[in-house]
């Protein structure tokens, strides 16, 4: 299972970046993909997740409303448009092979059956 993030960088408050996962076929295939952050000191957190069945969505509480979690099978792409960024969202973010999405708010995403190298997101104040 291939899974290689990229996109991260610099930006400022409100601004938007966007984050893509280059995933193996097989992972697509028989994987959901999702991303979680590492902020410095902090916990690992789950971001978003989308199914590879019928595409279904979850996203963590603190990013519904400004993440847009999509795939594109066809370039073997799992993209995250994050938008409205504010600096608590700094953190390097990694892109996650699942067994399954989390179904609600109170299950983990963790752990990932499969995580590639991270990119790091700066939001300046």
């Known amino acids: 299972v291939q899974l290689q993030a990229s996109g991260g960088g610099l930006v400022q408050t409100g601004g938007s970046l966007r984050l893509s996962c280059a995933a193996s076929?097989?992972?697509?295939?028989?994987?959901?993909i999702g991303w979680f952050r590492q902020a410095p000191g902090k916990e690992r957190e789950g971001v978003s997740c989308?199914?590879?069945?019928?595409?279904?969505?979850y996203y963590a509480e603190s990013v519904k409303g400004r993440f847009t979690i999509s795939r594109d099978n066809r370039k073997y792409t799992v993209y995250l448009q994050m938008n409205s960024l504010k600096p608590e969202d700094t953190a390097v973010y990694y892109c996650?092979?699942?067994?399954?999405?989390?179904?609600?708010?109170?299950?983990?995403?963790?752990?990932?059956?499969?995580w590639g190298k991270g990119t790091l997101v700066t939001v300046s104040s």
């Open positions: 996650a092979a699942y067994a399954a999405c989390p179904a609600s708010d109170t299950d983990s995403m963790f752990p990932a059956a499969y």
């Open positions: 076929q097989f992972a697509l295939d028989y994987y959901a």
């Open positions: 989308i199914s590879g069945s019928v595409g279904s969505t």
